[in-house]
């Protein structure tokens, strides 16, 4: 068992508990929730964040996402169980999680403005950087 560095939570509490807010007006947006909860499935795998993926797992399970789809996420590019929808923003997600290397280029982007409204990439920019951070605090301070 890994032991948790720090309680980032009750040592900044006002500043964890804006992010949780800023998390949870995702619910008003217009992309469907296991999309989102599926983002953030992957952005986790990248990250390899064991309490978001515990998490996660467990919602979309609890909420009738396919087994068989989620046991794939990690490995979707090969997968046929993904809408051209779902492929495009699973590709956006890998693109801004590890912006460094890919630059988020016009093609990821112009692959989302097939599917997607403007408000709704740029929801999904902000629950792929929403993730980033939780998976960042999780994982450095052993959560």
């Keep these: 068992m890994v032991k948790q560095r720090l309680y980032f939570s009750e040592l900044s509490p006002a500043t964890y508990k804006a992010l949780v807010n800023t998390s949870l007006t995702l619910d008003k947006s217009s992309l469907p929730k296991a999309m989102i ?37 990690a490995g979707w590019r090969l997968s046929h169980a993904f809408s051209e929808a ?31 409204t403007d408000a709704e990439i740029s929801d999904l920019t902000f629950a792929i950087s929403i993730m980033n951070a939780f998976n960042r605090l999780a994982v450095s301070l052993r959560q």
């Design 86 to 116: 779902e492929r495009a923003a699973l590709d956006w997600a890998e693109a801004v999680t590890n912006i460094t290397t890919s630059g988020t280029p016009d093609t990821l982007f112009d692959a989302l403005k097939a599917h997607f």
């Design 37 to 73: 909860e599926m983002i953030f499935m992957r952005v986790s795998q990248i990250n390899g964040c064991a309490f978001c993926l515990d998490m996660h797992g467990k919602f979309l399970r609890a909420n009738g996402f396919d087994s068989a789809k989620m046991d794939v996420i």
